[in-house]
């Protein structure tokens, strides 16, 4: 194999011979009583069916394989044939061995099997137990299990084996393996029993290479971002491979379950009742699912609202399609989204400040953002859920913002006093000829040393000039309230309706993603022209606000929300 090459395939565990070589940076032999029993009977419940073991990932060097991961495997397997020789000795002895850089008293020790030796090393203490656990296991039927085992070995059980080439970095591998950083994940595993050479239904050549291309479509589908981020709020942090979600969903994985190769096994389990050529028609239309759901225009934002909404998973939108007819299907989704945004009370009296009522607006905001984006121009516009969950600087976060802003909260220093009066000044300028208030505001910037009781003056009467009346009565409603990324500038979180306009229209002309309905509000598109004014957020503008989203959400609210008039 060249030295730049990977190498995967499978091998049997009769196959498996050599030299391999334990470096220095590994620990010792670790199994305890559980995993080695588990090994065991995973083997022998298989019986004659074939059964694909974890990877063993390996280095050429030499005649020999530096074994980079899969020691614990790889030694299990060794005291086991070790075992079963001593039982029948015209067995053959083990077809590989292992050495040990730092431990050669271990290499001598896994030869003889001294139990007498165990306390004297932590290596050899559990090799020693492990040695016991496998005697103890095989005592129940002793003759039996030790015939069908090295038959197993010989004709059923496989490893994958994962050989990489002789310049790769052995170290920066072991490394990345334990981190799981690269993709020996269960989509490269159950890839590997369609492709192995030998697998359970003869599958030809021909037939594996069209898998193998059908495969790889897959993942690169799943690589558009609009796709993969429509069906999870999961970054690559959780999918090194992202086909795994397709498995992990024929799986039914459970969303809190974190074993590596748990998919991995249950999908070879179900391989043991199904052909592989079934297994195959299974994850395709499994894929060809979620790409009609992300196709069809309604589907993709009501599912994508419960998904990016987190009041559903992947997995319960799967389940509860199953069987459905489309229109079952829709109904279903449509019962799900009403309970969502389902409460006890009136919209209208909720607030910013109680956190459940905060999570209770953000849910109904983000609905109300992407029911806008699907009702509107029909099927030409998209809700853009790549852009609203990742973004250039990765995870985008999202917070309730007031639309118009009356008091200081977290503006704590000079500098977020000084900001805050910096970006004020356009909007005064644009509401008053008074030089006199610009005049204090720049001299108080320009201040070597700002107080906090002058920059309170002059905070209050900015925001009067800025502000129409009842705004303080509506400040933590819905009404003043809609989705921004989050921000740490406490200085414009705190800022007048016309200083944060600006700012949206600023970042809209760079190219910044800003939720559909956000944009709308600081562009005045809901108000009234008659009633429009561009400086200030007020009563007809909060009015025309909660009509829209009763209008838009009126399938989904259990009540319109309540607009309160001015007294």
Same mark, same amino acid.
């Given at each position: 194999?060249?030295?730049?090459?990977?190498?995967?395939?499978?091998?049997?565990?009769?196959?498996?011979?050599?030299?391999?070589?334990?470096?220095?940076?590994?620990?010792?032999?670790?199994?305890?009583?559980?995993?080695?029993?588990?090994?065991?009977?995973?083997?022998?419940?298989?019986?004659?069916?074939?059964?694909?073991?974890?990877?063993?990932?390996?280095?050429?060097?030499?005649?020999?394989?530096?074994?980079?991961?899969?020691?614990?495997?790889?030694?299990?397997?060794?005291?086991?044939?070790?075992?079963?020789?001593?039982?029948?000795?015209?067995?053959?002895?083990?077809?590989?061995?292992?050495?040990?850089?730092?431990?050669?008293?271990?290499?001598?020790?896994?030869?003889?099997?001294?139990?007498?030796?165990?306390?004297?090393?932590?290596?050899?203490?559990?090799?020693?137990?492990?040695?016991?656990?496998?005697?103890?296991?095989?005592?129940?039927?002793?003759?039996?299990?030790?015939?069908?085992?090295?038959?197993?070995?010989?004709?059923?059980?496989?490893?994958?084996?994962?050989?990489?080439?002789?310049?790769?970095?052995?170290?920066?591998?072991?490394?990345?393996?334990?981190?799981?950083?690269?993709?020996?994940?269960?989509?490269?595993?159950?890839?590997?029993?369609?492709?192995?050479?030998?697998?359970?239904?003869?599958?030809?050549?021909?037939?594996?290479?069209?898998?193998?291309?059908?495969?790889?479509?897959?993942?690169?589908?799943?690589?558009?971002?609009?796709?993969?981020?429509?069906?999870?709020?999961?970054?690559?942090?959780?999918?090194?491979?992202?086909?795994?979600?397709?498995?992990?969903?024929?799986?039914?994985?459970?969303?809190?379950?974190?074993?590596?190769?748990?998919?991995?096994?249950?999908?070879?389990?179900?391989?043991?009742?199904?052909?592989?050529?079934?297994?195959?028609?299974?994850?395709?239309?499994?894929?060809?699912?979620?790409?009609?759901?992300?196709?069809?225009?309604?589907?993709?934002?009501?599912?994508?609202?419960?998904?990016?909404?987190?009041?559903?998973?992947?997995?319960?939108?799967?389940?509860?399609?199953?069987?459905?007819?489309?229109?079952?299907?829709?109904?279903?989704?449509?019962?799900?989204?009403?309970?969502?945004?389902?409460?006890?009370?009136?919209?209208?009296?909720?607030?910013?400040?109680? *956190?459940?009522?905060?999570?209770? =607006? +953000?849910? #109904?905001? @983000? %609905?109300?953002?992407?029911?806008?984006?699907?009702? $509107?121009?029909?099927?030409?516009?998209?809700?853009?859920?790549?852009?609203?969950?990742?973004?250039?600087?990765?995870?985008?976060?999202?917070?309730?913002?007031?639309?118009?802003?009356?008091?200081?909260?977290?503006?704590?220093?000079?500098?977020?006093?000084?900001?805050?009066?910096?970006?004020?000044?356009?909007?005064?300028?644009?509401?008053?000829?008074?030089?006199?208030?610009?005049?204090?505001?720049?001299?108080?910037?320009?201040?070597?040393?700002?107080?906090?009781?002058?920059?309170?003056?002059?905070?209050?009467?900015?925001?009067?000039?800025?502000?129409?009346?009842?705004? *303080?009565?509506?400040?933590?409603? =819905? +009404?003043? #309230?809609? @989705? %921004?990324?989050?921000?740490?500038?406490?200085?414009? $979180?705190?800022?007048?309706?016309?200083?944060?306009?600006?700012?949206?229209?600023?970042?809209?002309?760079?190219?910044?993603?800003?939720?559909?309905?956000?944009?709308?509000?600081?562009?005045?598109?809901?108000?009234?022209?008659?009633?429009?004014?561009?400086?200030?957020?007020?009563?007809?503008?909060?009015?025309?606000?909660?009509?829209?989203?009763?209008?838009?959400?009126?399938?989904?609210?259990?009540?319109?929300?309540?607009?309160?008039?001015?007294?």
């Amino acid at each position: 194999m060249e030295s730049n090459q990977i190498l995967l395939e499978t091998k049997l565990v009769s196959e498996i011979e050599g030299t391999f070589f334990v470096p220095s940076y590994q620990r010792g032999y670790r199994w305890g009583e559980d995993e080695v029993l588990r090994l065991l009977n995973d083997i022998y419940s298989n019986g004659k069916q074939n059964y694909c073991l974890q990877p063993v990932v390996v280095r050429k060097s030499g005649i020999s394989y530096e074994l980079i991961d899969g020691q614990q495997r790889l030694t299990t397997l060794y005291l086991i044939y070790r075992y079963m020789k001593n039982v029948n000795p015209f067995f053959n002895e083990p077809a590989f061995n292992l050495e040990y850089q730092t431990r050669e008293n271990s290499e001598e020790f896994l030869r003889t099997i001294d139990l007498s030796r165990r306390e004297e090393n932590i290596d050899f203490w559990f090799i020693a137990n492990a040695y016991e656990t496998i005697s103890k296991w095989f005592e129940v039927d002793k003759q039996i299990r030790v015939i069908h085992v090295f038959e197993y070995f010989k004709e059923n059980v496989k490893v994958i084996w994962y050989e990489v080439g002789e310049n790769e970095d052995a170290i920066s591998l072991f490394t990345r393996l334990n981190i799981g950083k690269i993709p020996l994940t269960s989509a490269e595993l159950v890839k590997a029993m369609f492709l192995c050479n030998n697998n359970k239904d003869g599958m030809d050549r021909e037939k594996q290479e069209e898998i193998s291309l059908q495969w790889d479509n897959m993942e690169k589908e799943l690589h558009d971002d609009s796709l993969w981020y429509f069906l999870t709020n999961q970054t690559n942090a959780r999918y090194q491979t992202r086909i795994d979600l397709i498995l992990d969903l024929i799986s039914e994985r459970p969303g809190d379950n974190r074993e590596k190769y748990y998919t991995f096994f249950k999908i070879d389990e179900l391989s043991k009742t199904i052909s592989l050529d079934e297994l195959w028609r299974m994850i395709q239309q499994t894929f060809l699912v979620l790409k009609d759901w992300y196709e069809n225009h309604e589907l993709y934002h009501k599912i994508g609202y419960l998904i990016a909404s987190e009041k559903m998973t992947l997995q319960d939108i799967f389940k509860i399609s199953s069987g459905k007819t489309k229109q079952d299907f829709r109904a279903s989704l449509d019962s799900h989204i009403r309970r969502s945004i389902a409460i006890s009370c009136n919209y209208s009296d909720l607030t910013y400040e109680r *956190a459940l009522d905060y999570r209770r =607006i +953000s849910t #109904l905001l @983000l %609905l109300f953002n992407i029911e806008s984006v699907r009702q $509107n121009g029909e099927h030409t516009q998209w809700f853009p859920f790549d852009r609203f969950k990742f973004g250039r600087k990765g995870k985008v976060s999202w917070s309730l913002e007031h639309i118009h802003a009356q008091q200081s909260e977290g503006l704590r220093t000079q500098e977020m006093w000084k900001e805050w009066l910096t970006l004020h000044i356009p909007s005064i300028r644009a509401v008053t000829d008074d030089e006199g208030l610009i005049d204090a505001m720049q001299s108080a910037i320009d201040k070597a040393k700002l107080e906090r009781t002058e920059f309170d003056g002059l905070q209050q009467r900015v925001i009067e000039l800025l502000s129409v009346q009842g705004n *303080a009565e509506y400040l933590h409603s =819905i +009404s003043n #309230l809609a @989705l %921004l990324k989050s921000d740490d500038n406490a200085a414009l $979180n705190n800022s007048t309706f016309d200083v944060k306009r600006n700012l949206i229209v600023n970042m809209d002309k760079e190219g910044q993603y800003i939720p559909f309905c956000t944009k709308m509000v600081f562009l005045k598109y809901y108000t009234p022209s008659e009633d429009n004014q561009l400086h200030f957020w007020g009563q007809a503008d909060r009015i025309a606000y909660v009509n829209a989203i009763n209008k838009v959400l009126a399938e989904y609210l259990p009540e319109p929300i309540a607009i309160m008039e001015e007294t």
